[in-house]
């Protein structure tokens, strides 16, 4: 089956019969292989998150929301690429009341289990074959709380929505493949009354009035992972500019102006310090959007434009700037190496500190290990083994995640150092990788053997005795 083409003939009620009754049955029908596509890719923390048998190459979602009854209007269309033969297949999905799903502009049955959406084509996929899924549905959408007590997804806000997804609160608004490794493009098409703004990520295509509404329209080229898209909607004042090659969009929340000034002004050099150090910055768009959304308790790194719940402080912005190279670009593979994430924008926020002026990351190292091993949080869980979902974000995966990157430049210095940070982001932009291959890389480049300094900092419980 080559042609790329749908097996229109074969319905895919039968084919996904019939593909019950193949094993070991004679092979003489091809299309006797069209099978469901896996629920989830089965990681160890999200089981269910991502789903098999194809791959988004892009996002057009339409949002037409009005903070007043909270009511979402959407439709998303969803480029994919099927990778088997495929008799149906599941969307991640948590938002409101679906009206229709349409495959290649055909209705397909649907139906809901959890976080799945289980689309039935009326014919089915071909391996190989692109296909398109329109999803129309309305109602609110909610925010989820996630196993560490957080809260994400569309979050309300006093005038809007406060909109994250780390690590699946995507699905909230709309209907994705909410897994790391299957990166896609976006176009935002948002709605909004016309005294509200609404911001998203990559660049702002168009701002338009229509009547009582305005019109948002956003476009990110890059691939990006599903976590890290955003809509986030409010009253919001725009500053738009250039820098370094960049199109840069700040969207401040008035009520957080005054005190955001000061470090948003930073984002420049910053950059220009980060990809002296890490390589270039892997995008063409910048900014930030500073909302008014205290209840969050957390910043984020919306890719092209980071999103904080408050005035956020430098080390903030360092950080979240950092993730843009450690988490945006190159993405963790599975949800627990999330070490390849916190522990990275964590260093890097010392390192903003140091070229400050400031205190530098020996001393930033040696000051954390004054902290005595009964302050367990620092210490436990190690950050390359984290044991279950409600530790993601444990201080002790940024502090001592940070402390371990600090213990393997100290111990392979700065040449060494700086290479592997920048091979890392060369040979994994856009992409994903694996604790393992960054321990791999160190190794390589330093010509040394650091089993023992990553067993110490990575994956043995306790402070490390050092
Ligand atoms: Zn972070």
Redo the contacts with the bound molecule.
Sequence with gaps: MVTGRRARAWPAALLAAASLTAAGAAPALASAQFAPGADGLGDPFFPHAGNGGYEVAHYDLRLDYRPDGARLEARARIDANATQDLSAFDLDYRGPRIRSVRVDGRRAAYGRTGQELVITPDAGLPAGSRFEVVVRYSGRPRQIVDPDGGIEGWVRTDDGAFVVGEPQGSPTWFPCNDYPTDKATYAFRITVPRRLEAIANGSLIERRRRGRTSVWRWRERSPMASYLATATIGQFRLERSRFGGLESVVAVDPRERKASRGPLSKIPAMTRLFESLFGPYPFDETGAIVDHAPKVGYAL?TQTRPIYDRAPGQPTVA??LA?QWF?DSVSVASWPEIWL??GF??WAEWRWAEHRGGRSTARAFRHMLAVPADQDRYWDPPPGAVPDPSKLFADSV?VRGAMALEALRQRIGDDAFYATMRDWTQGHAYGNASIEQFTALAEARSGQDLDSLFATWLDQPGKPAV
């Design positions: 790194e950080h979240e993730h988490g994430n916190e924008a964590t940024y």
